[in-house]
């Protein structure tokens, strides 16, 4: 068996010295582009889903952001409604407004919860409406590819 670079095994030449950007762009293969078109299809999906991936990173950051907010206010509001029960004297008063706090909480919570979800949404509706342009666009480019190679 011959070894080293330059081997008789394949026929083809495979070393440092070959330029594999020329051998494909002379390949004359009907289904293949032209390596010109292909790499710009590439680099555009490449830039596609790298934007997709910045506006989910910005839409876990916008949820990050307002959740933190959302508990700094429920401790705030957690604070007052102790101090509000540490001055209630009568043990109806206090079971009334336990009661009421207990609502407020729960509304609170879920009003929370669906402005959360409605941010995470948002985001993914966001991301998802830029791979599905960028999808429908290499479609129409494969279409005109291949018509131009009838």
Known sequence: ??????SKSGG?????????SKF???????????MESFMAASRKNMETLSAANRVALEG?????????????????ELTEAMQALANSDAPQAKAAKQAELLKQA??????????LSDLIQQSNAE?????????????DEVKALAEKGK
């Open 127 to 139: 991301a998802l409406g830029l791979l599905n342009r960028r999808f429908a666009e290499a479609m």
């Open 106 to 115: 729960y509304q609170h919570a879920v009003a929370h919860m669906k402005e």
């Open 12 to 20: 083809a030449q495979s070393g440092p010295d070959m330029d594999f």
């Open 60 to 76: 876990a950051q916008a949820v990050a952001r307002r959740h933190m907010e959302m508990v700094q206010s429920s401790m705030a």
């Open 24 to 34: 494909f762009a002379e390949m004359k293969l009907p289904a293949l582009p032209d």
């Open 1 to 6: 068996m011959a070894s080293g670079p330059h």
